[in-house]
């Protein structure tokens, strides 16, 4: 005889998911806040993206572009693609749980990382599956310890390139060595969320590899360099068998009308993204030397923000200076839930917010 609950229960799995917990933004009872915590850019968005965002808000009325041909266009057409290999979505994160909602079941796994971003994790699961986590090696991905945990279960294997929250990347070299010991049936995702920010020569984000394979998608995103993080704008780069599976179960309308012009003409602003990437490159190497000058440690980041480590002491340790920092108004991103506990990650912000970190950070250290 079964027994009935007596309330509706979810499907075996999914309450053993972790939620996802965004940075913080709030300080309280303190007047003015520097938001450093989730990796926004400090120039915002390009005034075209904005201005095109209120046109579109003119015709609020009407049912947006269910194929978002506008947005795909535009990105073939910076990228050099071609636009029927390319999907849109509501934020990359959308594409990530379509890829594991349309490949993952029960019984199957899916290979993640260390440090790697939680997103990857909590879809793996809803799909029904298993995320297998392989070590990183100095806070970078191990191409290694991921073949070797390689199984006949395995369909899917995430890599974060650049990675998040360590900013740290894999050379192409690797990437490509990486794809070369998977099946042909295993599917690598790479996650190119700050790609634009890369300034190493033997770095690639996955076009490539992309356009010379069946199992390898590439996703990036408009909420980083372009500013867009409030429209959510990803992108999928990606073989037709795959495209052609996901856009089966895809939402007809999955992209808004105003998000389709901003992004379209976001990306076509090549201009004010270099500004944003100058700014940038600038700031990077100044919080790095102005960190390491008062004792702190900070792994090198390729990306748009920087981690920072602190002494295994008391009174020095991440949440103390986490707490010291939001007492100023700067917020920054606890990673405890990374597996790095003693460690916080600071966005490149304005010069104002940059300096005031330096500044709050030597004190918390002792060293003003």
């Known amino acids: 005889m079964s027994i ?27 007047a003015r806040v520097f938001k450093l915590s989730s990796n926004e850019t400090p120039l915002g968005a390009s005034p075209k993206a904005i201005e095109a965002f209120r046109q579109s808000a003119g015709h609020l009325e009407l049912y947006p572009d269910g194929q978002a041909l506008a947005l795909r266009e535009a990105i073939a057409g910076v990228h050099g693609l071609n636009a029927a290999n390319i999907m849109c979505g509501n934020g990359s994160d959308e594409l990530l749980g379509l890829i594991c909602h349309v490949y993952l079941g029960a019984g199957d796994e899916a290979i993640i990382t260390q440090h790697g971003f939680l997103v990857y994790k909590i879809q793996i699961m809803g799909a029904g599956a298993k995320a ?23 369909k899917l294997v995430f890599i974060a390139n650049p990675g998040n929250p360590t900013g740290t990347y894999v050379p192409v070299a690797d990437i490509r ?5 998977l099946p042909k049936n295993v599917i690598l995702v790479l996650d190119a969320a700050y790609a634009e920010y890369v300034r190493k020569s033997d770095y690639e984000a996955g076009i490539e590899l992309v356009s010379s394979n069946k199992n390898v998608v590439m996703c990036r995103t408009f909420s980083k360099v372009y500013g867009l993080a409030a429209l959510r704008i990803g992108w999928m780069y990606g073989p037709a068998n795959i495209l052609d ?16 012009a901003a992004g379209s003409a976001a990306i076509r602003d090549q201009e004010f993204v270099g500004e944003a990437i100058e700014h940038n490159v600038l700031w990077m190497d100044k919080l790095v030397h102005a960190f390491e000058a008062i004792g702190l440690k900070v792994t ?19 949440s103390d200076a986490d707490a010291f920092l939001t007492s100023r108004g700067y917020i920054l991103r606890a990673v405890k839930g990374y597996g790095l506990p003693n460690a916080l990650r600071m966005t490149v912000g304005s010069e104002e917010a940059n300096r005031g970190v330096i500044e709050t950070l030597g004190e918390f250290m002792g060293r003003n």
């Not at 073949?147 to 006949?152: D, G, Q």
């Open 132 to 154: 297998i986590e392989v070590p990183e090696k100095d806070y970078t991905v191990d191409v290694d310890a991921i073949l070797a945990a390689v199984t006949e279960k395995t």
């Open 300 to 318: 090198p980041s390729v990306t748009n923000f920087v981690l920072i480590h602190f002494p295994e002491i008391d009174g020095k340790r991440a």
């Open 177 to 181: 060595r990486l794809h070369a010991g």
């Open 4 to 30: 009935v609950a007596n309330e509706p229960v979810p499907r075996p799995g999914i309450l053993d998911i972790a939620a996802y917990v965004p940075g913080k933004e709030h300080a309280p009872g303190v």
């Open 245 to 260: 599976a996901l856009n089966r179960i895809r939402g007809p309308f999955n992209m808004n009308a105003p998000a389709i």
